[in-house]
């Protein structure tokens, strides 16, 4: 059974905290994604990897920095928080021609 | 720029009778579209997929159907059933590099109603 599991499924930091989002996959996919999820706006792209060390970003990269260093692990980090970056994040996986595999999410919450 | 559009953010329907979600694109180099569907507190789930040379795909209870000279997908569920109450997003995928970027509408809430 697939698998993409997230560190944690709800956050609380404060404004000006870094913060780490961790995503690991058991699955062995070259993609990995950060999504973000807002009401009324869908699921927005923050960034995205097709292989170790690589990166692109996506629609909404600003704030947000993203590390992989090995093919299974991809993180989020939001160097330092603000409350506009409230919202449920989500992490997924796929192959290069196929869909995606999605974690639980993690609801963090900038205070 | 949304590329790709969920106009309707919610929708209800009788269980038994046909929900239709429809989806608008607007990028003709996309080849291949997905929908998914997601309950709270969850990531979103794959539910039926079509590539772009196709017309129609059917998976059980779920149909979609592509137009792409209209640049509208539709899914529909046939019987609606309490348990298809959800968000479902409609999704479309292009190559980027050896990769590909996936495209998600907004969104559509279904309600079966028992």
């Known amino acids: 059974d697939v698998k993409v599991t997230q560190s944690s499924r709800y956050l609380v930091k404060r404004t000006g905290e870094k913060v780490f989002l961790e995503c690991v996959q058991d699955?062995?996919?070259?993609?990995m994604f950060w999504y973000r999820q807002d009401p009324g706006l869908g699921l927005r792209l923050i960034y995205f990897?097709?292989?170790?060390?690589?990166?692109e970003k996506g629609d909404i990269p600003e704030g947000y920095s993203v590390s992989r260093e090995k093919k299974e692990r991809f993180s989020l980090i939001l160097e330092s928080a603000s409350t506009n970056q409230t919202s449920m994040y989500l992490c997924?996986?796929?192959?290069?021609?196929?869909?995606?595999?999605f974690g639980p999410g993690t609801r963090l919450t900038v205070l | 720029d949304q590329q790709v559009k969920q106009n309707s953010p919610s929708l209800s329907v009788q269980e038994g009778r046909i929900s239709i979600l429809n989806c608008d694109y607007t990028?003709?180099?996309?080849?291949?579209f997905l929908w998914y569907k997601k309950y709270p507190a969850e990531g979103p789930t794959f539910l039926i997929s079509?590539?772009?040379?196709?017309d129609k795909n059917e998976d059980g209870r779920f149909t979609v159907f592509l137009n792409k000279s209209a640049k509208h997908l539709s899914l529909h569920i046939v019987p609606s059933q309490p348990g298809d109450s959800a968000v479902y997003f409609c999704?479309?995928?292009?190559?980027?590099?050896?990769?590909?970027?996936?495209?998600f509408g907004t969104g559509t809430s279904l309600t079966v109603i028992p």
């Open positions: 997924a996986s796929s192959t290069p021609l196929f869909e995606q595999f």
């Open positions: 699955m062995d996919h070259e993609n």
């Open positions: 990897s097709y292989d170790v060390k690589m990166k």
């Open positions: 990028n003709s180099m996309f080849d291949y």
């Open positions: 079509i590539s772009s040379i196709k």
């Open positions: 999704a479309a995928t292009k190559r980027k590099g050896t990769g590909n970027q996936f495209y």
